[in-house]
């Protein structure tokens, strides 16, 4: 009989033990209850989105499961993530004063239902965040409110039954683009704010489209406005862009209030009660200044223009080099009106005769066609290039391996002259990268650098064309898996149990060897 030998035993006991214990912090690991990368999950790591932020730091990202969140959260972390694990995930803020309030910067708000708060989220002299991909509903005091707030993105939002849909109160050079604003008050309103770019967003069957309070160097292009009381309403507001639009079956299309300076170009006005409505705007006795329209389509509205006896122009004030029925013309520019009677003798596409509009206000250089019978030069290039969804090859990024970006670009007038990737990683400082044209396959192509798994990456793409005009996508993202995750994990599982089992074989053969 072997006699035993208690030191050499418990030592034994004692390396297995701690393999063991080994194993079980690998299993956790392995099971998912909280990913390396400084990733959060609410509810499995804590249990309300606010806790989970009150653990946060700079950098970590947190994402919330599926399910209805009563809460009402303040996000006081800069450079986090905040996003859901699927559409399916509310945040009801049961009528508290915000839903999410941000007081920090460089913060992701990303895919969740926001509801019942008097704001939905609420930024205080904040910036550099993302809203997107966001149904913001049924917030009685505003969807998403800035206050002294620049430098923001929003981007793929549904605002839904708001008071008002977006609020900018003395916020500036913020992008709102490609949004629903859908049956608010107010889609968009702006209060002494300026350089704000609000573009390819849809608003439609609000009381006001977009109400410009006080606000200036504003860019409103590529929107879609129908079915509002008022389309666009400019209260006190100068020098704004408003371009390539889209505004039909309005009250209103754009009305003017104490507004001058502002440029009206290339819009069409289809179908509305009144397409312009002007009311003491623009130069009265030598003062003021005016705003300027041409290049805009007047279709089928019961009154085209309504105008008091301010003065403004409706024609450009410098010659533009076109080209109509493949000739090319130069000359002063004006507007298409449907009910234009005139004749065009020299077949330039230019009316002989001008278009009354009343004793002070002609357009004396209508257009015989609508604007899309006309090619014009890049000196009158107001449209910015076209930017398609983009692809990215892998559809699912996975660890160390580059993703390629491709995207197709087009601008129907001066060209596109150059493109340009973005991208960012854990809320990190963006890069960019020069996108190649690739002549066979016409896209634009990058490649974003290798990532470690659990990286989220950010990125977008900008677009300029010849004349200078900017495009811009919105904010897309991904998640770098793991690649392989379930055999590396599983090696990962079994590796402290080899050792295990190679503890007990040599336990094993040391007691034979003790009996021999």
């Known amino acids: 009989m072997v006699k035993s030998n208690p030191p050499l035993l418990i030592f034994l006991l004692l390396i297995v033990f701690s393999s063991l214990v080994q194993v079980g912090f690998v299993y956790q690991g392995?099971?998912?209850s909280k990913l390396a990368g400084n990733v959060i999950y609410v509810p499995d790591n804590y249990a309300t989105i606010q806790e989970a932020i009150n653990h946060a730091n700079p950098g970590d990202a947190i994402i919330v499961r599926t399910g209805n969140y009563y809460e009402s959260i303040t996000v006081d972390v800069s450079s986090i993530t905040l996003m859901s694990e699927s559409d399916a995930t509310t945040i009801n803020g049961r009528g508290a004063s915000w839903v999410i309030k941000v007081e920090a910067n460089n913060v992701t708000i990303q895919g969740f239902t926001i509801i019942n708060g008097i704001f939905g989220i609420y930024l205080e002299d904040s910036s550099s965040n993302r809203i997107m991909n966001n149904n913001i509903t049924n917030n009685s005091g505003g969807g998403v409110v800035f206050y002294?707030?620049?430098?923001?993105s929003i981007a793929n939002n549904n605002f839904v039954n708001n008071s008002r849909g977006m609020r900018l109160i003395v916020s500036d050079s913020n992008d709102v683009i490609n949004n629903n604003f859908v049956n608010n008050s107010q889609g968009i309103y702006l209060k002494s704010s300026s350089t704000n770019k609000l573009a390819s967003n849809n608003l439609a069957g609000n009381d006001y489209g977009m109400y410009l309070y006080d606000s200036s160097y504003n860019s409103i292009m590529n929107n879609n406005i129908t079915n509002n009381s008022d389309g666009i309403y400019l209260d006190f507001s100068?020098?704004?862009?408003?371009?390539n639009n889209n505004i039909t079956n309005n009250s209103d299309g754009i009305y003017f209030?104490?507004?001058s300076s502002n440029d009206v170009i290339n819009n069409n006005f289809v179908n509305n009660s009144q397409g312009?409505?002007?009311?003491?705007?623009?130069?009265?006795?030598?003062l003021g200044s005016p705003n300027v329209f041409f290049l805009n389509n007047f279709i089928n509205n019961s009154l085209h223009v309504y105008s008091d006896y301010y003065i403004n122009y409706w024609s450009s004030q410098q010659p533009i080099q076109y080209i109509y029925k493949e000739t090319s013309y130069t000359s002063l520019v004006g507007n298409y009106w449907d009910d234009y009677k005139g004749i065009d003798t020299d077949g330039n596409g230019i009316g002989d005769s001008p278009y009354t509009i009343n004793g002070k206000n002609v357009d004396k250089h209508p257009l015989m066609e609508p604007t899309e019978n006309y090619i014009f030069n890049k000196g009158l290039d107001v449209e910015p290039p076209k930017i398609e969804e983009p692809?990215?090859?892998?559809?699912?990024?996975?660890e160390n391996k580059k993703v390629k970006v491709k995207v197709t670009v087009s601008d129907d007038y001066s060209g596109v002259e150059n493109v340009t990737l973005w991208y960012r990683v854990n809320n990190g400082t963006w890069q960019s990268i020069a996108m190649v044209y690739?002549?066979?396959?016409?896209q634009w192509e990058a490649e974003i650098p290798a990532q470690v798994a659990g990286t989220t990456v950010e990125y977008y793409i900008e677009a300029y064309d010849a004349a200078g005009k900017k495009a811009?996508?919105?904010?897309?993202?991904?998640?770098v898996k793991k690649a392989s995750a379930g055999s590396s994990s599983l090696s990962r599982l079994f590796e402290p149990m080899l050792i295990v089992l190679t503890i007990v074989v040599i336990v094993v053969l040391v007691l034979k060897k003790r009996k021999k």
Request: a neutral charge; hydrophobic letters at 25%.
């Open 438 to 442: 690739n002549a066979t396959t016409n």
């Open 472 to 479: 811009t996508t919105k904010v897309y993202s991904y998640v």
């Open 276 to 286: 312009i409505y002007l009311k003491s705007s623009g130069v009265w006795e030598f």
């Open 148 to 152: 002294y707030s620049n430098n923001n």
């Open 30 to 32: 392995f099971s998912g």
């Open 238 to 243: 100068k020098d704004n862009d408003i371009n």
């Open 257 to 259: 209030y104490l507004s």
């Open 391 to 398: 692809i990215i090859t892998p559809e699912k990024p996975s």
